[in-house]
């Protein structure tokens, strides 16, 4: 086996070692790009970086002419063709909220691992990951303690049923009161002379979401509630 193989393989094994890193976080989380996918697109990025490299020094040789070749040119479109695996993780949620930004970054993330493994930047693909890691477990830990209000605080939703209308302004006055922070109100009348309250609240992280319910289920008009966080 030639130096040019051991090295090839190394790459191979370091880039498949640092995605499973970042898959495991993944996994962890119960997201839906995890550990194989992970795995795959840092491996393969890494495989193609290898592939572009050597290719722009070994076929210009062989055919005898003078080819200019760029070494990163498969690299280039691996950038912008893991955005098509991004895409399909972020969702819109009927709430309006959207998800899985971080678990697209994170894609786009591993396969620029595999990219600087496969170039030969050992030490930047480490440093890159560690700081990864870092990012989205320890930074946020700490804004949550440390930080600003805002970012101590996490959305709800609740939709509530009411049967009669003139308990409403009461209602949301009394949901004041439970120091939960309305951002978006919006009412609709229902069959029976029922009414719909649907609510955006803000409230403390450290709260949890049955302690919001048994709170706003015991206001004076609520007949049902239905919560989401």
Not at 48 to 58: D, G, N, Q, R
Not at 168 to 179: H, Q
Request: glycine share 10%.
């Amino acid at each position: 086996m030639s130096d040019l193989e051991l090295e090839i393989f190394m790459k191979l094994g370091i880039s498949a070692v640092l995605g499973l890193v970042i898959g495991i976080e993944r996994e962890l989380k119960r997201k839906p790009v995890g550990l194989k996918t992970s795995l795959v697109i840092s491996i393969v990025s890494c495989l193609l970086t290898i592939v572009s490299i050597e290719s722009a020094y070994i076929f210009p040789g062989k055919v005898g002419v003078n080819i200019q070749m760029d070494p990163l040119r498969l690299a280039a479109q691996i950038v912008s063709g893991i955005g098509f695996l991004g895409a399909g993780v972020i969702l819109r949620r009927g709430n309006d909220s959207i998800s899985g930004l971080t678990t697209a970054a994170l894609i786009w993330g591993a396969a620029g691992i595999g990219i600087a493994v496969g170039a030969g930047f050992y030490v930047e693909a480490l440093a890159g990951v560690a700081l990864l890691i870092i990012s989205v477990e320890v930074i946020p830990f700490f804004m949550a303690l440390l930080g600003p209000r805002q970012l101590r605080e996490k959305e709800i939703t609740l939709q509530l049923k009411v049967t009669e209308k003139e308990n409403i302004a009461e209602i949301l006055s009394g949901i004041k009161d439970l120091k939960l922070s309305i951002k978006r109100v919006r009412i609709k009348d229902l069959e029976e002379r029922k009414h719909l309250v649907q609510l955006i609240v803000t409230v403390d992280k450290k709260k949890s979401i049955t302690d919001v319910y048994y709170s706003v289920s015991q206001l004076n008009g609520v007949r049902s509630v239905e919560i989401e966080s």
